[in-house]
Structure formats: C-alpha cells, structure tokens
C-alpha cells in the first residue's frame, strides 16, 4: 500500500503541473486562474448540496429500519470529492466531479460493496450472547429476521385498555388508581 501512495504523491503534482502548462498556454495565466478557483466554489457548493440529500437519505433508510451502508458510503465518496475539488488542479477537479454526480458515485459505490468483507464480531471471539448470529447478519439477537421473513408466531398488533364498562381509561385514571 505505501508504494502506490508513494507514487500518487508523486505522480498526481507531476501531472497537475503539466495540465496547468498546457491549459495556461492556450487559455493565458488568468482564464487558468479563475478556471481553478470557479471549480473550487462550484464544487464547494455542489459537495453541499449532494451531502444533504445524501444525510436525508441515510435517515430515510433508518426510519424504515434498514442500513444505509451505500449511503454512508456516498457520503465518504462526498467528502473525498470535496477534497479533490478544493485541491488545485484539472485532472483533481475532473475526478471529483465524476465522483460528485450521482450516477456515477452511487455506482462506485456498489463497486466498492462488493469488495468489503465484513466479519461478525462473533468470529473475532466477541460473540456476546448472540449464539451463531453475527450482529451484521439479517437477524437480531432475539431471532426476528430483518429481511422482512416472518419466523415463527409473531404478532404485530396495538391495543387499547377498556374498563369494565368499554370506556377507554386515560392513563391519568391508571395512575391514580395505582395511587389509592
């Protein structure tokens, strides 16, 4: 890993500094200017619009009790792209825009899903009572399956508390009955 680093450390200044060369010479020294500083403010204020629609998201997911891993991960992707925006550059700019667009980012996204590997904590010797489910797996610790399969008899259902009479008791009542 510290080789490829090495070389980007290396490689992306070379490379930005030809590109500043080459596009000052044919636009001029200001044009090149202010090219660098309208990607760094567009960029600024796209990275902040596409973050809160990807916040939005990821509480979207959460109020239906799913995991939003894809969009958290956007949102890393997010904060990368501002980065490559607000660093100087055409080849840093043109890479955090393709990772700014939706389309694109939400498929590298995907891309680097697949590559993760996640381990439960139960295979590292951290099994806290949770039998042979992990705590990534669809299941939770009281054996409710999350991928929407029901198992077993569970009932979903509310209910409301009648006296004798079939008048609904506030619980204003139920405390003061439990009082005297």
């Not at 899903?113 to 009281?142: A, L, W, Y």
């Not at 399969?149 to 609904?168: L, P």
């Amino acid at each position: 890993m510290f080789p490829v680093l090495l070389l980007l450390f290396i490689l992306v200044p070379v490379i930005e500094i030809a590109l500043f060369i080459q596009v000052g010479g044919v636009l001029g020294l200001w044009t090149t200017l202010f090219l660098v500083l309208l990607t760094a403010i567009v960029g600024a204020s796209l990275v902040r619009s596409q973050g809160i629609a990807t916040l939005l998201s990821v509480q979207d997911r959460l109020n239906k009790g799913e995991l939003p891993a894809q969009q958290i991960l956007e949102g890393v992707m997010l904060a990368v792209a501002g980065v490559l925006l607000l660093t100087p550059g055409f080849m840093t700019d043109a890479m955090g825009l393709i990772v700014l667009l939706p389309g694109p980012r939400a498929a590298i996204a995907r891309y680097l899903m697949t590559k993760v590997k996640i381990q439960s904590m139960h295979q590292n010797g951290f099994g806290g009572g949770f039998g042979s489910q992990g705590p990534f797996s669809h299941r939770d610790p009281f054996g409710h399956d999350q991928s929407g399969n029901q198992q077993g008899d569970v009932f979903d259902g509310e209910y409301e508390r009648k006296d004798d009479k079939g008048k609904r008791q506030n619980s204003d009542d139920d405390d003061q009955h439990r009082l005297h």
